[in-house]
């Protein structure tokens, strides 16, 4: 009886759905790909039309970028901290402090924080805490850049100075796979400098790097560029416009004064005769030998033979050895690092290229020309 009623309901059902719908039982007519309201309409399978997935893939591709963009923006609200996170032992010990990249006032970090190389703010708010800090006995430099900005490596040097000059500590410099220009410049602070035997250095001269005349090239192309100035120098190092010869005297007497002064730095401190220090310092690059051959570096040894010679000199036989590096503190480069920060700082330059490219080289000229005159550097190669 039980199987007589679920027949009849199960009947009963269907004739109901049959009833709701007419052409449900009807077979579906075949699709044609031939029929002409379906060409027009660029119809497939499915009611879809052709060429939606390439919608939807521009459509990923703008909230992809877009979610970069404002990544980029809070990464701005949530930038890390330039003071030092001094956490040192509560005993003697001698500190250790990295300059490692190019000395300039802003962080090598990405879209979304990440450890920097060096951080201009943060190493000089370091060395503020080592001139209070009683337990600290000493300081080694390890240096691995090619230079840097005039006004940041001096300002380095003079930090390094007044560290020498308020705590009476010994400042010893190790140099890395290079330490050349401005790397140099802030090794002279130290009371001895040690090279590793692979080391390169000197570079002992100042740059502003190459300045480009792109005038008779736009000129070629049919492009005028006129500059509304005030003062016939206001537009000096313009690369839509010949350099007259009153700029570059101008220009370099800028060069001129920072030259003479490293070079008077390093004939300081390293006692040598200006005018020697002055031959050495064409540009040139030195090997670890060529440079202690010279008298630019005190011997050949590494971190731990710093550290060694330091100790016996000083009779710091009880002192640890402590490093401080800087670690970006923000947010963001707490939670995703610097893996996810190289990644999204990729994809964002990537999807950048694609959405501003354009083609040409009259306009490929003008981005290159855009650069602004750049400062004058301590930096090994140039810009």
């Given at each position: 009886m039980y199987e007589d009623y679920e027949s009849k309901t199960t009947d009963k059902e269907n004739a109901r759905i049959a009833a709701d719908r007419p052409n449900a039982g009807a077979r579906a007519e075949p699709w044609d790909r031939s029929r002409p309201e379906v060409r027009e309409r660029g119809e497939v399978p499915g009611g879809r039309r052709a060429g939606g997935w390439r919608k939807g893939a521009l459509i990923y591709v703008a909230v992809l970028a877009g979610i970069l963009l404002i990544g980029f923006a809070i990464m701005k609200m949530f930038s890390g901290s330039d003071d030092a996170s001094y956490a040192a032992p509560n005993k003697p010990y001698i500190a250790q402090l990295n300059v490692i990249g190019t000395i300039s006032a802003s962080s090598e970090g990405g879209v979304f924080g990440s450890e920097a190389a060096y951080n201009h703010?943060?190493?000089?708010?370091?060395?503020?805490?080592?001139?209070?800090?009683?337990?600290?006995?000493?300081?080694?430099?390890?240096?691995?850049?090619?230079?840097?900005?005039?006004?940041?490596?001096?300002?380095?040097?003079?930090?390094?100075?007044?560290?020498?000059?308020?705590?009476?500590?010994?400042?010893?410099?190790?140099?890395?796979?290079?330490?050349?220009?401005?790397?140099?410049?802030?090794?002279?602070?130290?009371?001895?400098?040690?090279?590793?035997?692979?080391?390169?250095?000197?570079?002992?001269?100042?740059?502003?790097?190459?300045?480009?005349?792109?005038?008779?090239?736009?000129?070629?192309?049919g492009v005028k560029v006129e500059t509304i100035i005030a003062?016939?120098?206001?537009?000096?190092?313009?690369?839509?416009?010949?350099?007259?010869?009153?700029?570059?005297?101008?220009?370099?007497?800028?060069?001129?004064?920072?030259?003479?002064?490293?070079?008077?730095?390093?004939?300081?401190?390293?006692?040598?005769?200006?005018?020697?220090?002055?031959?050495?310092?064409?540009?040139?690059?030195?090997?670890?030998?060529?440079?202690?051959?010279?008298?630019?570096?005190?011997?050949?040894?590494?971190?731990?033979?710093?550290?060694?010679?330091?100790?016996?000199?000083?009779?710091?036989?009880?002192?640890?050895?402590?490093?401080?590096?800087?670690?970006?503190?923000?947010?963001?480069?707490?939670?995703?690092?610097?893996?996810?920060?190289?990644?999204?700082?990729?994809?964002?330059?990537f999807f950048s290229d694609m959405l501003t490219r354009e083609g040409g080289d009259v306009e490929a000229m003008l981005k290159l020309a855009e650069n602004r005159v750049p400062a004058p550097q301590y930096l090994y190669g140039g810009r």
């Open positions: 703010g943060w190493t000089l708010s370091l060395l503020d805490e080592l001139i209070y800090d009683n337990n600290n006995q000493g300081l080694i430099l390890f240096v691995d850049s090619p230079g840097g900005g005039v006004y940041e490596s001096d300002e380095l040097y003079l930090k390094l100075r007044e560290y020498t000059d308020e705590t009476g500590c010994p400042v010893y410099a190790v140099m890395g796979s290079m330490a050349a220009s401005g790397g140099y410049y802030i090794a002279a602070a130290a009371e001895r400098i040690y090279a590793n035997r692979n080391t390169w250095t000197g570079s002992i001269g100042v740059t502003m790097g190459t300045m480009l005349d792109v005038s008779d090239f736009l000129e070629s192309h003062g016939r120098n206001k537009a000096m190092g313009s690369s839509f416009a010949p350099m007259t010869d009153e700029q570059k005297s101008i220009f370099q007497g800028l060069i001129d004064e920072a030259y003479d002064q490293f070079t008077g730095i390093v004939a300081e401190e390293r006692a040598l005769d200006l005018e020697y220090v002055r031959g050495l310092a064409d540009g040139r690059i030195y090997t670890a030998a060529q440079a202690l051959e010279n008298g630019l570096v005190d011997d050949l040894g590494d971190l731990e033979t710093a550290f060694d010679d330091m100790c016996k000199e000083y009779g710091l036989v009880s002192c640890e050895w402590t490093e401080f590096n800087y670690t970006d503190d923000s947010l963001f480069g707490m939670l995703f690092g610097a893996t996810a920060e190289k990644g999204a700082a990729a994809m964002l330059s």
